[in-house]
């Protein structure tokens, strides 16, 4: 009678990816390009500093590293000083000033000002 035999199996391994860069941290772009603004269209209270023009990482990660810091405003990379602001009131994030000559990026959101619309439930005891 012929032979059979099962097929072997080998052992696969994972694909191996390439690392991906770490994220800038916990900022985000704004919807609307432009320069954060306040309800009044202002700036808000703010402190600028001057970082290599165009980095938003450079700009994002000052503020990371302040835990008072809310978020930032990056100018375009052709402004060389005092081209990074870093905002400290929830209001400066309100809207943009709609151009395309800055980014506004919010790093931290600040604790809801009402409560949740539905009420825990317990558990059921026994």
Request: contains cysteine; negative net charge; hydrophobic residues 20%.
């Amino acid at each position: 009678s012929p032979t059979t035999s099962s097929p072997s199996v080998s052992p696969t391994t994972s694909p191996t990816r390439s690392p991906t860069p770490a994220p800038t941290g916990e900022c985000w772009e704004l919807p609307t390009e432009g320069c954060c603004q306040t309800a009044t269209g202002g700036g808000g209270n703010y402190t600028n500093y001057t970082v290599t023009p165009g980095a938003m990482d450079e700009c994002t990660n000052l503020c990371l590293t302040n835990p008072l810091c809310l978020g930032v405003t990056v100018s375009p990379s052709n402004v060389v000083t005092d081209n990074c602001r870093l905002h400290w009131d929830k209001d400066a994030f309100y809207s943009t000033d709609n151009t395309a000559s800055c980014a506004c990026c919010e790093c931290r959101t600040v604790a809801p000002t009402s409560s949740p619309t539905t009420s825990p439930t317990s558990s059921p005891t026994t």
